[in-house]
C-alpha cells in the first residue's frame, strides 16, 4: 500500500501495462488475474504480490534444482521438513529478506534480514516478477511473483498509525480501476510467447554482507538422504 504516494500511484500505472502486455500477447480474454483494489479502510490503492514456498517435482524440474531454505526463514527446518519427495524449494520459490544501511560515505550496504523482524508500518521495497500460469480451460492467470524485500527504514513504524489517520483525513480518496476499460484494450495474440526461466541474480547493487553460515548455506545441496522441499508456482 502506498498511502497515496505519487510514485507508488505511477508503479500502479505500469502495473496495468505489463499486465496488458501479457493480455495483448495472448488469446483475447484468456487472461485474468489483475486485481487491483482499495484499502478496505483508507481508499489507497493495493496490490499483492507473493510466492510459493514450493514447487512440485516433475520432468520440468527434478531434485537438483532444490536450493533449500536460507537459514533465517527456515531456522528450524520446520517448512523444509514438509517437503517430501515430491517437492522442492526451488530459486522461482526463493524470496530474498534483505535490510540497507547507508554508510558514512554514502554507500549502501545491504546484509540478510530476518523477515520475522518486518513489521506494519516499515517502510520497504518490493522486488517482483510478472508471470502468467496456465490455467483450466485454455486460460492463463497472471500473477505478480514476490521475489524480494528490502528494509529501508524501521522509524516511521512509531508513528503510522498517527501518519496514516492525518493521510485518511485529507486524502480524497483514489478512484476504483477501470477494469472494463482496459479490457477493451485487449487485442488477441498474433504469436506464441517464449518461457523465460528465471537465473539467480542479486537483487540489489551494492556491498552484501552474509555470514559464512549463510554462505554456506546458500551453496548447499540436499541430498536425497536430506528434506526435500519445493514447489510449482501453481496457479490459485
Known amino acids: 500500500m502506498g498511502l497515496g504516494d505519487i510514485a507508488f500511484d505511477k508503479a500502479m500505472e505500469k502495473l496495468e501495462e505489463v499486465f496488458l502486455h501479457f493480455a495483448n500477447n495472448f488469446p483475447a480474454d484468456s487472461v485474468s ?9 483508507t481508499g489507497f ?9 514450493f514447487t512440485k517435482v516433475s520432468a520440468y524440474q527434478d531434485k537438483s534444482d532444490n536450493i533449500g531454505f536460507h537459514p533465517l526463514v527456515d531456522p528450524d527446518n520446520v ?4 517437503a517430501g519427495d ?3 524449494h526451488a530459486i522461482d520459490n526463493e524470496v530474498q529478506f534483505l535490510r540497507r544501511e547507508i554508510l558514512p560515505d554514502g554507500t549502501a550496504r545491504y546484509y540478510p534480514y530476518n523477515p520475522v523482524s518486518i513489521q506494519i508500518g516499515d517502510i520497504v521495497e518490493i522486488s517482483v516478477a510478472f ?3 496456465p490455467a483450466q480451460g485454455n486460460k492463463y492467470k497472471f500473477v505478480v511473483a514476490l521475489r524480494g524485500i ?3 527504514d524501521q522509524e516511521a513504524r512509531e508513528v503510522s498509525n498517527v501518519t496514516l489517520n492525518s493521510l485518511i483525513a485529507i486524502h480524497n480518496f483514489q478512484q476504483k480501476a477501470d477494469i472494463l476499460r482496459m479490457r477493451s484494450r485487449y487485442t488477441p495474440a498474433k504469436r506464441q510467447v517464449a518461457v523465460l526461466h528465471r537465473t539467480k541474480r542479486q537483487l540489489y547493487k551494492g556491498q552484501i554482507d552474509i555470514e559464512d ?10 541430498n536425497e538422504d536430506t528434506v526435500h522441499n519445493s514447489n510449482t508456482m501453481s496457479q490459485d
Open 33 to 41: 488475474g489483475y486485481d487491483p483494489v482499495l484499502h478496505k479502510d
Open 45 to 53: 490503492n493495493v496490490f499483492h504480490a507473493h510466492s510459493r514456498y
Open 79 to 82: 517448512l523444509a521438513s514438509m
Open 86 to 88: 515430491g517437492f522442492i
Open 131 to 133: 508471470v502468467a500460469f
Open 150 to 152: 528490502l528494509v529501508l
Open 213 to 222: 553460515t549463510q554462505q554456506r548455506m546458500a551453496r548447499m545441496r540436499l
